[in-house]
């Protein structure tokens, strides 16, 4: 939270432009783009976690306690989005737009900032439990997928759905002894595979890639390189 007013701040006073105009290159929030993307990642991650605790019941099992639950419930939903939407701001918005006007191309800050926001995240524990070999390169393609949907869609919408989603599920639905987020989720994993959750994460993005492009059609590729 203060770090997103910091970076408010910095947008406002700084450099004196719109806070919006770091988010999208539209009029206004495109709320229906934010809530499709949640909608579509949310799904996919509800039915890989399902069809995980049936196919692998004896690493997967049910914790479930109502009261924690709905204790749970109520930190995420307010806590969860500053924190997806602050980092989404930071890296796909703020910096990527800064880098563009020094590199003069989309895919050079694309590199730099996805590279980053892996870089940030190996103070996670599963980055000391499973090694730098094996989690930066699966939270910078991550970040490298997120900034190229901004980029092709000309805003952050997209990319700040599916963030969102993709931590908020994942901390009601499952847990795990290395996780960044340890909590009362429904499900608890004995055992990770980051391996096996590295190529889950490729077809869950290919299918989700495949949806935004059947439904948006973007034609604006340049956009990568100019």
Known sequence: VFFFFCLYLAVKKLHYKSFLSIITAY?????????????VWALLIIITTVVSYFVNSEDISIQFDPVNFAILVGVTVVL????????EILFRGYM???LSQIFKNGITPLIITSLLFGMVHM????????????????????GFFLGALALLDEGLELAMGIHCANNLISSLLITSPNGVLKTDAIFVAKSENPGGEFLTWFVL???????????????NFNLLIK
């Open 27 to 39: 009029d206004k929030f495109r709320y229906s783009r934010f809530f499709f993307a949640f909608a």
């Open 80 to 87: 969860l989005p500053i924190q997806t939407n602050t980092e």
């Open 96 to 98: 990527l737009q800064g």
């Open 123 to 142: 103070s996670n524990p599963e980055a000391s439990a499973f090694g730098w070999a094996v989690m930066l390169p699966y939270y910078t393609v991550f």
């Open 205 to 219: 993005a290919a299918i989700t890639f495949t949806i935004f492009w059947l439904k948006y059609r973007w034609k």
